[in-house]
């Protein structure tokens, strides 16, 4: 006679199921703490807001070392001065435990902080892949109240391009030009490939007429823009999950595997860079993360 203690094959394997999918979740949550797609402080928002959550589940152990430069030995220092058990969760902390965990957090990587006085001028940044193009095209058929910037670039114009409309096609000697007449806003040399820039006069003119204009550039442009035009409002557009990242470049189909290799990499060093801009917006989903953006207008 079977034990009726013993759960049936059929919920046995069920449970099994369940517990290797919440290990996957587990495991993407760390890729998108040690990529910098969420922040810890984010990880550990969603673990104490949802108690049955896997980051909840997460070890105290697996959610430090997930964290750049933290090794074994650093993290085991950690627990010992914030009075943590190795063993615990992260939904399993106590009060006091939660409070000295975020206050170290926030002490070692410190969130970006909006800043007071928001400009008209918005720069929307972040790493390949992370559909900037699409959320700025998306901004420009639903608000036309914003002004989209058109960059100039040394890159031959794909098929369905329009000169003034997507570009301004140059060649090197007038890009040379327009940075000699300081007539660039910025200008960067994207992915060791073509020039791009963008053209100071149009974003001056639609400033003076009230419009609020958006630039849709790179990490390297952003700097510039910063330097140049400090009051500008940076907006830096994050990916939902660092292994959707990874899909959506695989998934355009436009590079080999090398250079998908090298963007990969380079998108690693971009996410790092999220902490000099001032508002974070999440591209889950399109319309979504356009509306969050345009919003931020000043």
Known sequence: MPDSRTPPEVDRAAASRRAVAARRERAALK?????RVISPQDLLRRAWAEPESPAAAMRITEFLTAIPA??????????????ISPVKKIGGLGIRQRTALSAFL?????????????SRLVVLAGPTAVGKGTVAAHIKEHHPEIHLSVSATTR?????????EHYFFVDDAEFDRLIDAGE??????VHNAYRYGTPRTPIDEALAGGRTVLLEIDLQGARQVRKAAPDATLVFLLPPS???????????????????????????VELASQGEFDYRVVNDDVARAAAEVAGLAG
Not at 70 to 82: H, S, T, V
Not at 156 to 164: D, K, N, T, W
Not at 184 to 189: D, K, S
């Open 242 to 268: 660092w292994d959707e990242l990874v899909n959506r470049l695989v998934g355009r189909g436009t590079e080999g595997e090398e250079e998908r290799a090298r963007r990969l990499k380079t998108a690693r």
């Open 106 to 118: 926030d002490a070692r990587l410190p969130e970006p902080t909006a800043r007071g006085g928001r």
């Open 31 to 35: 890729r998108d703490v040690t990529s």
């Open 184 to 189: 660039l806003l910025e200008h960067a040399t």
């Open 156 to 164: 031959p114009p794909r098929p369905g391009e329009v000169e003034g």
């Open 70 to 83: 933290i090794g074994e030995g650093k993290r085991d220092r950690i627990l010992a001065d914030l009075g």
